[in-house]
């Protein structure tokens, strides 16, 4: 699957209910690393070509198909979490404590409280 295609499947109901339906099995760190590009794209201060790379990656979180099938035990979303680390590598001068912050609020209500913002 080419990365570009993987933005046309981004929406945002379907990036929740991914993330609600996968939370426990993807893990905190999948988990943390796509709120933070999520919270990232929502902010005006966001420019256009950091959300396009920020929506294709969390489109292709959000594909029911891609390279290493979700529901495989230990490695299922290993080609997600490479894909939101390669998108928060370009665009990380714009994720924000505060992104940061609505990242964290959202996973402890989903995992239970953390120590401190990353």
């Excluded at 998108?87 to 001068?93: H, L, R």
């Amino acid at each position: 699957m080419q990365v570009e295609n993987s933005a046309h499947a981004y929406s945002e109901g379907g990036f929740w209910q991914k993330l609600s339906a996968a939370a426990r099995l993807a893990g905190r760190d999948v988990v943390e690393r796509a709120l933070w590009l999520f919270y990232t794209a929502k902010s005006p201060l966001t420019p256009a070509w950091a959300r396009a790379t920020i929506y294709a990656a969390l489109g292709y979180f959000i594909l029911p198909v891609d390279a290493v099938p979700d529901m495989l035990p230990m490695v299922g979303y290993t080609d997600d979490l490479a894909m939101l680390v390669a998108a928060y590598s370009a665009v990380s001068e714009y994720i924000t404590r505060d992104t940061k912050a609505k990242a964290k609020e959202q996973l402890d209500r989903w995992f239970g409280p953390s120590p401190g913002i990353r």
